[in-house]
């Protein structure tokens, strides 16, 4: 027997994740088909949707209206900050970013690849305006996981519109060129990266201001909130 609560989407809070999950990962790729669609059902009185699968909507405009948001809305002030450490360097970096940005108003989620769920990665692109990628270089290039997450970002095609690399090597390194080839499809703006050797230094550490500084007025340019 199905109850109620089962058949309909009740409980808002959960199904609003569950949806922004499956917007995220699957569908972001075809905002502009979702657009479309949306637009056709503009002034249409709608009572219920039942879609093919997943719970139907007694109260479709909960749904329409989140959906409204992650197709139409502008990106929000918030930089995504995916990023690797194996022994510690470009943590440091991560974190003297993280306050660096949060000092000029930017809003930062950072994601520690090595242990996470990628898809609240996807779910953080909906809204952001940029991606900064954290890169340790492993074997000439970009970790691994770092690929993965460049992979994603570029196939998701989300609506960030600035991207940067920041990250530690040792003694030879194309992380910057890779990510950045990888990156191309999305036409965003690459800003100046900051990729060290070794621990991060003191001009390390004012390069990293400036990265923020350009992020910072960028979003303000663009009047993001
Ligand atoms: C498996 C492995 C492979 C590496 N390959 C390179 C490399 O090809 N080029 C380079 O410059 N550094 C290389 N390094 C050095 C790291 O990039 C360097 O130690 C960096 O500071 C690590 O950053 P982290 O402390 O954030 O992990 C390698 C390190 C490891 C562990």
Redesign the pocket.
Known sequence: MLWLHQLYAVDEAVIYEAAKRYYAEIMMPFRNMIQRNLEKLRGLRIDVIAPSHGPMYHKPSFILEAYGDWVFSAPRNLVVLPY????????A?VNYFVSALVERGVKVQQFNLSRMDIGKLSMALVDAATAVLGA??????PHPNILYAAHLLSALRPKVMFASVI???????TVTQQIAQMLSPLKVEFLEPVVV???PREDALRALDRLASEISERHKKHGLT
């Open positions: 690797v450490s194996m022994h510690g360097s470009t943590k970096i340790p270089t492993v074997l000439g290039g990250g530690s090597y040792g003694w030879g390194t050797k070794g621990y």
